[in-house]
């Protein structure tokens, strides 16, 4: 059974690239850059909560992503960073369609970076405020 659960090793294509959970969400990254980072999801049934919404975890998930591609976008190639904290505000519901987030990251000092990033509907209204804060472990 360990085989399944892990540890896991695989090598991803490029630093600014959806790792397998991302790629399992039909995540795609529009652009990273400078900070900013743009992503987009398409709603699939497998994202459904039981009444037929877009479940919130789906787009947490897309949030933190783009958040994690601005970041990246700014820091060394395999810097090992991750997620400390994060807020979500979830403003309206998602029935259809592709979602877009679009992420901003900047540097606190140290080793912190604080992220923002705002996810849209289809008809570009804001389903989701979210916010995270982050922690660099290790430069390679």
Partial sequence: MTELTGPHRFQMDDWLSCAPFEQLLHM???EASEGNA?????????????SGLMHGGALVSLADTAVVMAIKSMIPART???????????????KQGVV????KATHQGGDKWMGE???????????VEFSSLFRVLEVL
């Avoid at 743009?38 to 039981?50: D, I, K, N, S």
């Avoid at 877009?100 to 992420?103: G, L, P, V």
């Fill in 28 to 30: 795609q990254i529009i």
């Fill in 38 to 50: 743009t992503l987009e999801m398409p709603f699939l049934l497998e994202f459904a909560q039981g």
């Fill in 80 to 94: 090992h960073f991750v997620t400390v904290s994060l807020a979500t505000d979830f403003l309206r519901a998602v």
């Fill in 100 to 103: 877009t987030a679009r992420a």
């Fill in 117 to 127: 990033a705002s996810v849209f509907d289809e008809e570009g209204r804001v389903v």
